[in-house]
């Protein structure tokens, strides 16, 4: 079980499901923290957590898929796991389709949910990775100007110099300045590497 520097925040009202998962997962030595409702994790909640959330569907005030929702805005990067008493198909089809990584029903297993808690740290490993590789892209892209910007949007879908002068109404000479300030900017090695940092960054890069 990968369980070092990584938290299950555990958001449920029922104190009696709250302790038993705390004390499950606290036996196999996993840290973890428990809310009795959304408002108060939400009050606590700060982005870039190691973990996973495991989250009950119907609460008072706002709900499992509600704050799902919250997340979401938050671009949270945390895994969900939800674990509810009161399941269906299309209340499992839609926390799925919003990015949960699983979605299992009470009373659960000690193996099940260890498996799925398992599998959420795998996957909020992988998701903290990706996000850094983004904000690496981003940070490469903001020192461009606009023009460059322009001229590396037309590249990366493989024009070449004189087609992208053409397009943007300047010399094949100052599209050949732009490209050289692009690669240096971004460290590019090639265009294929500069496709992926645009891409990595979220731009669009289809258009």
Do not use: W
């Not at 998701?127 to 490469?140: F, G, M, P, V």
């Amino acid at each position: 079980m990968i369980s070092q520097h990584f938290i299950v925040f555990i958001v449920d009202d029922e104190p009696a499901v709250r302790d038993s998962l705390a004390l499950l997962l606290k036996q196999e030595g996993i840290f973890v923290q428990t809310f009795e409702n959304a408002e108060t994790f939400l009050n606590a909640y700060q982005p870039g957590h190691k973990g996973c959330i495991i989250l009950d569907v119907r609460m008072p005030g706002i709900g499992g898929l509600q704050l799902q929702e919250k997340l979401l805005n938050y671009k949270n990067i945390m895994p969900i796991i939800f674990l509810t008493g009161h399941g269906d198909i299309p209340m499992s089809v839609r926390a799925i389709k919003a990015g949960a990584i699983d979605f299992l029903t009470k009373p659960i297993t000690r193996v099940k949910l260890l498996a799925s808690v398992q599998s959420a740290f795998l996957e909020s490993e992988k998701l903290i990775e990706a996000n850094k590789h983004n904000q690496d892209a981003l940070s490469r892209l903001a020192s461009l100007t606009k023009r460059e910007h322009e001229v590396m949007m037309i590249a990366i879908q493989g024009y070449h110099n004189k087609e992208i002068a053409s397009r943007l109404g300047i010399s094949f000479r100052t599209v050949e300045i732009h490209r050289s300030n692009i690669m240096h900017k971004t460290g590019a090695i090639n265009l294929l590497d500069l496709a992926r940092i645009a891409y990595e960054s979220g731009l669009n890069t289809s258009t």
